[in-house]
């Protein structure tokens, strides 16, 4: 007799044909070995009672351990023999016995009693009717694909199927038993996974391939199971979930670290199924197991800037300013600040062709829902610092209620969820919550998905005082106009956009007086201040004059208040009143309060403070000048305008200057009499001019001519203000006020050494100009004259000083001001033989520049301007 040998049935092929392996061996030793002497009906063709043949087998002897033995080869080595279990000594005569199967026609029975023996138990099931020799027997249909009602009925009543090849870990080939007469067999991708794949004969499969196809058909192949449908891949691929009584196979595969969890089908499975198999995979990341043996464990990144700030932790904070839909700045309680980005979000931007017209609104939405808010954030991880890049934390925001605020802005469309991730790279526990929100967006059309929004279209009512005056009278008749915070450029001056109008305006605080920079980190932490509690915010405003540049003056109001925000300004000692804008407002009295109240407790620009000093202070315009010891002429003046380009024009505090009062008094009284000019005044002439803020005449100089339309564009020449008037305001100068009988007192002048950063791409001069109104308009000051005439109209070049900080820093002076907080250029190239000559000044206005661009104060925000040698 042949040897006989031990072994396990991996599956069966047909009736006459069984897959063996070893015992002890592992799944993927295999051994075929075919039946002797029989020829059962073939699957692959459809023949007649092939898949109940096969079924005999399979049901039997799948899994289970048996004894076989080789009775003869073929010329291909193929072997033939038989089988012995417990309950049958040959599997041959069991499977002739139910007719299963039947005798080869070519065999010589009469001459082998075995065959002859055979042959009479195959006689008996045929004169039975059994099995393949039934009459009656029908053929099973084979449908090629599934129908949509079976799909939709799987999933509340799975499909019965049967396991027929394993192709990799994760698709299977799957026999689906529809009816009693029909059956498909078709490819499914497990649900909610991928494996890596597995060899090929043209290819070699990816690491842990192998395994997690060994283990699927270690347990599932030729096993019966049953089917729920619950989509479909982009190709067309079922996918599915295979129900068996040892376990969903996903999930083990995911525990042996031999699959990780499929992104895409997020959508399809569902957030809470993907969020179970999400934290099977993080188990096996963090044991190491198979695929993560090269992954690092769970451990806390803290942030390279911040160490208190690690992976994991919640925090509290608020938000202080929103970037774009999904980048915030947030404020935490120890008042420093920090820039996050919303972990797997991705919000519309400038570059995305498709949705750059939704950035606007994107960020307008998260603003109007956040900005201000008291939240809780989690930190994910830190995206690491890279040339472009800051290192910036990836985080979770949920509000003290819990809602998570990453899904209320997917919902509504107004960010898309990243879904191409790094092997290896964890997500946000509801990422899978996010994709489902991002489909309802989808659904909906919401945001991005719905219609393009049409272009903002914002005007600038504030670029100049020509464009701003038409709108006063409107603004002046309504109250509580309610705007944006966009900028904050002082502490007193708003940047405001009005949405509902389409405009946007610079906002100056009423009755206040700016406190300049004599101490800057007062001013600091006065516009730390106002950006606390302004920046972003809905506000409400009061509008009731507009200043000499298009700034427009009047009351902020902070969300819930009815007192101005200038009253906390001044309760903080960040501003003081200014005595005749105070006439120009209802708050007059509170301001003055506020003042008083932040002077008795020495608050800010108070704290030093002493009310006797002050009542003896003697001013002394130029007693701490003579220690400068430079050879420059020295002037007490009045400064009464700043003017287009940084000039500046000023009186002479000298005896001349004294007679100017009863001068214009005499000159007011007369001028109902002054005759109108009998023809049009060429430049330079010299006339009276209706000023139109009082309606009162004073000398002027027409500097030029517009004919469309038709008016003069003329400078006061005792004041220094510079307007356009039509011909009608125009007056003729009596000789007794002319310049011969009594000069114009306005003097202009020129900043030594520097100029204004430019107004494009970025209005940085406005600015500026804002600064040097805030550092000299109105004041008395010293002028320090290092040239006389040094351009046409432009009578010198000058240093300012202001006497209260010179009393402690007699070199400082408001030109090195400006530089410092980056409002002015140096001048580097086209020096006059008198710059050059000023060496030690420019040197120092040189490495003050230079501070300025490394800490990126003003124009120099984003980098170096200077480019074009025309702007210095």
Avoid at 17 to 23: E, H, I, N, R, S
Avoid at 118 to 125: D, N, R, T, Y
Avoid at 356 to 374: D, W, Y
Wanted: overall charge neutral; aromatic content about 8%; glycine content about 6%.
């Amino acid at each position: 007799m042949s040897k006989v040998f031990g072994a396990k049935v991996k599956s069966v092929l047909s009736a006459d044909t069984l897959v063996l392996t070893p015992l002890n061996g592992s799944s993927n030793q295999e051994r075929l070995l075919s039946l002797a002497y029989l020829q059962a009906p073939r699957l692959a063709s459809n023949e007649k009672y092939a898949f109940e043949s096969r079924e005999l087998l399979r049901t039997l002897l799948v899994g289970k351990e048996i004894k076989f033995w080789v009775i003869y080869k073929n010329q291909s080595e193929r072997e033939f023999g038989d089988v012995s279990t417990p309950i049958f000594s040959s599997l041959i005569e069991y499977v002739l016995e139910k007719g299963a199967a039947k005798l080869r026609d070519n065999l010589n029975i009469f001459d082998d009693e075995d065959l002859l023996k055979l042959k009479q138990i195959e006689s008996k099931a045929q004169a039975k009717d059994v099995g393949l020799w039934n009459p009656k027997l029908r053929s099973i249909q084979m449908a090629t694909e599934l129908s949509s009602r079976d799909i939709e009925k799987s999933q509340s009543s799975p499909i019965n199927a049967i396991i027929e090849k394993v192709i990799s870990g994760d698709r299977l080939l799957i026999r689906f038993l529809l009816s009693d007469s029909k059956q498909a067999v078709l490819p499914i991708l497990l649900a909610g996974i991928r494996c890596p794949r597995s060899s090929s004969p043209d290819q070699e499969g990816e690491p842990f391939g192998e395994e997690a196809k060994n283990y699927v058909e270690g347990r599932l192949l030729a096993k019966s199971i049953k089917i729920s449908i619950v989509g479909e891949s982009s190709s067309g691929a079922l996918v599915g979930n295979v129900i068996h009584p040892a376990g969903n196979i996903a999930e083990k595969l995911l525990e042996e670290g031999l699959a990780e969890v499929s992104d895409w089908q997020s959508s399809i499975i569902g957030s809470s199924g993907m969020s179970s198999l999400r934290k099977l995979e993080k188990v096996a990341k963090n044991s190491h197991k198979n695929l993560w043996k090269s992954t690092a464990s769970d451990s806390k990144q803290v942030s390279s800037t911040d160490s208190s700030i690690e992976t994991g932790k919640t925090y509290n904070a608020t938000v202080a300013r929103v970037l774009s839909s999904d980048t915030m700045t947030l404020r935490l309680k120890n008042d420093s600040e920090i820039t996050v980005q919303l972990a797997s979000l991705r919000a519309p931007r400038q570059s995305d062709i498709d949705f750059a017209a939704f950035v606007p609104a994107a960020r307008e939405f998260v603003r109007s829902k956040l900005i201000g808010k008291q939240i809780k954030f989690t930190v994910e991880s830190f995206r690491p610092k890279t040339e472009q890049y800051d290192e910036r934390a990836m985080v979770t925001i949920l509000s003290n209620e819990g809602q998570n605020f990453s899904e209320f802005i997917v919902s509504n469309g107004y960010a898309s969820v990243i879904k191409g991730f790094k092997k290896g790279e964890d997500r946000p526990a509801y990422w899978d919550e996010l994709i489902e929100c991002e489909n309802q967006a989808i659904k909906s059309k919401k945001g991005i998905y719905g219609k393009i929004p049409e272009a903002e279209r914002t005007v600038d009512i504030s670029e100049n005082a020509s464009r701003s005056k038409p709108y006063l009278f409107s603004f002046q008749n309504r109250s509580k106009i309610p705007g944006i915070v966009e900028h904050i450029s002082s502490a007193n001056r708003f940047r405001i956009s009005l949405p509902k109008e389409g405009l946007r305006l610079m906002l100056v605080l009423g009755g206040l007086s700016s406190t300049g920079s004599k101490d800057d980190s007062i001013s600091k932490q006065a516009l730390e201040f106002a950006n606390k509690r302004a920046y972003q915010r809905d506000v409400h405003l009061d509008i009731y004059n507009v200043d000499k540049i298009g700034g427009f003056i009047g009351n902020l109001y902070l969300p819930g208040s009815n007192t101005p925000f200038q009253v906390s300004l001044l309760q903080n000692g960040f501003a003081e009143c200014h005595e005749y804008s105070l006439s120009q407002t209802k708050f007059g009295s509170q301001m003055l309060e506020a003042e008083r109240e932040a002077k008795s407790k020495k608050l800010g620009l108070w704290k030093n403070y002493d009310p006797l000093a002050e009542a003896e202070k003697v001013p002394e315009l130029t007693k701490n000048l003579s220690n400068l010891k430079i050879d420059k002429k020295y002037l007490d003046v009045t400064v009464t305008e700043i003017l287009e380009g940084g000039l500046v024009a000023f009186q002479i505090l000298d005896e001349a200057q004294k007679k100017l009062t009863p001068f214009m008094l005499n000159f007011h009284s007369q001028s109902a009499s002054f005759s109108p000019l009998l023809k049009a005044p060429k430049s330079g002439d010299i006339v009276a001019a209706k000023y139109s803020d009082n309606g009162k005449y004073y000398r002027a100089r027409v500097l030029s001519h517009t004919s469309s339309p038709a008016s003069y564009k003329v400078q006061h020449i005792d004041f220094g203000t510079t307007e356009s008037l039509p011909l009608s305001s125009l007056r003729s100068l009596p000789s007794q006020f002319s310049t011969q009988a009594y000069p114009g007192q306005v003097h202009i002048a020129q900043l030594s050494l520097i100029k204004l950063p430019p107004k494009q791409p970025t209005d940085y001069e406005t600015n500026a100009i804002y600064l040097l109104e805030d550092l000299a308009l109105d004041k008395t000051l010293v002028v320090a004259q290092t040239h006389a005439n040094p351009a046409p109209g432009v009578e010198m070049d000058v240093e300012l000083y202001d006497p209260e900080v010179i009393a402690t820093d007699p070199s400082w002076n408001i030109n090195k001001e400006l530089v410092k907080q980056g409002m002015a250029i140096v001048k580097k190239v086209n020096l006059t033989a008198y710059e050059k000559l000023l060496d030690t000044e420019r040197k120092e206005l040189l490495d003050l520049e230079s501070q300025a661009k490394r800490a990126r104060e003003g124009c120099w925000e984003y980098g170096d301007i200077e480019g074009d040698e025309s702007l210095i």
